[in-house]
């Protein structure tokens, strides 16, 4: 168990609708990162947040967008779903140079 | 930019049998290297890592050396199971440059076991 947690675990969404996915960091972790992971493929990163900043983004386009709480809690936002953003998407916190833990993640399916 | 590029698979073997999954990367300054195991329905767990030339990270009688010479880090394991059926992702980071939590994957090697 990582101490990681990601919420909800699965969920379908409609083509054009927004999403929120919810990610609680590890004790004493002040960084956490977001991937996305398509079906058969490696996890893709989406952005970075640390202590309340976006700290680095991969090639993800704005609607891809995300808050880092004081709590060091984190929520990925995506607007204006696309049937190509149906994947598995996953939370991973760190502290500044410490190794990753993962989530479970969650699977969002978009039709 | 980073990359990491896996042996494609799958890789379907018998109990006990030897395993190599190959996994070579770029990457600009000095990067740390890891292997990640993704079981059915799972998130990714850390199986091993290394953090600079020559090292040998082990865990659950998997082995990977970290060879700066060929840019590779090859995934062996002498005598699978059938519990070792997973996908296994290579990844690295240049925790010089970012934090631990920014990762370059592979794109997977899917293993499966059989009796």
């Known amino acids: 168990e990582t101490g990681v947690t990601q919420s909800p675990t699965h969920l379908i969404k409609t083509r054009g609708q927004q999403v929120t996915l919810r990610c609680s960091s590890q004790s004493g972790h002040n960084t956490v990162s977001w991937y996305q992971q398509a079906l058969g493929q490696g996890p893709q990163f989406i952005f970075q947040?640390?202590?309340?900043?976006?700290?680095g983004r991969g090639n993800f386009p704005p609607r891809f967008s995300g808050l880092q709480f004081p709590n060091y809690s984190s929520e990925l936002n995506v607007n204006a779903l696309e049937l190509d953003d149906s994947a598995l998407y996953l939370c991973?916190?760190?502290?500044?140079?410490?190794?990753?833990?993962f989530g479970q993640g969650t699977r969002l399916t978009v039709v | 930019g980073n990359s990491v590029t896996q042996m494609e698979g799958p890789v379907t073997l018998s109990e006990e049998a030897f395993l190599t999954i190959n996994c070579t990367y770029t990457?600009?300054?000095?990067?740390?290297l890891f292997w990640y195991v993704q079981y059915p329905g799972e998130g990714l767990q850390l199986l091993l890592k290394a953090t600079k030339a020559d090292d040998k990270g082990s865990n659950k009688g998997f082995e990977a050396t970290y060879r700066k010479e060929t840019t590779s880090f090859h995934l062996e394991k002498g005598s699978v199971q059938v519990s070792d059926s997973a996908v296994y992702f290579c990844a690295l980071t240049d925790l010089k440059e970012t934090s631990g939590s920014r990762l370059t994957f592979g794109e997977g090697t899917q293993l499966t076991v059989n009796p």
């Open positions: 990457a600009t300054g000095y990067p740390s």
């Open positions: 947040y640390y202590r309340e900043e976006e700290n």
């Open positions: 991973a916190s760190s502290t500044t140079r410490g190794r990753a833990f």
